[in-house]
């Protein structure tokens, strides 16, 4: 099969279009994922699994800190989505003028959003290009009505609802991250968690 078939087979496995942020040293940044799955099926052992490629600022904030908040957005989120997920928080603050809170593990919680998972760092996986990071889901909370509101953003209506203008610069981004992991994906190093470091 070619290769571009089998890319958008591979598109009905992707997870819902979630915001993930992070803190280090006082930076708050934030990005955008839909490579997000529950990792458990144990009610009482919640974990969730996303993969992110390391040219993303995020990567090392999070493998460095151990912490990341996964948040559920809202179908109406797409100017977020723009905001985290088009350009890298290593040259701006990208959370400036998004409404949050640090949450109970010290990384930013948005306000606004369908639901969030804080999570800390269980264990990782090396990918070559990305690395899949395991989180034990530590606190939960809806966005700010306290309820779950409106309906979830999936990969699905993302990409039938982009805005019309921001598509090219999507597809842009999305052919250079495609680029940058067909030059790394073959390189994958055995990498053992070992807890936070000191
Ligand atoms: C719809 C959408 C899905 C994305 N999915 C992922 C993903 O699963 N993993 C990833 O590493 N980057 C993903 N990205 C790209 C990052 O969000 C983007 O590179 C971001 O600018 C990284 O910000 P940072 O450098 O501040 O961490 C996605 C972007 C969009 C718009």
Redesign the pocket.
Known sequence: MHSDAVYQLLRHL??P?VA?T?ERAGKR????????VRASIVPTIPRIS????K?????D?ILETGRFVLHLLRTDQFAL??Q???????ARD?LADVPHHLGTLGAPVLDQCYAHFECTVANVMDTGS?TCFLGDVMHVGYGAADRATGEVMT?TY??AK?PAEWRPE?EA??AA?QRYALERSRSIEPVIWRGLKG
């Open positions: 992707t997870s279009v993930i992070s940044n934030g990005m955008i994922a839909d490579s997000a996303v993969y992110i490629h040219f993303n600022y995020s990567h904030m989505i723009h985290l997920g088009f350009g890298s928080g290593r990208k990305s990969a993302f990409r982009l999507y981004l999305l991250a």
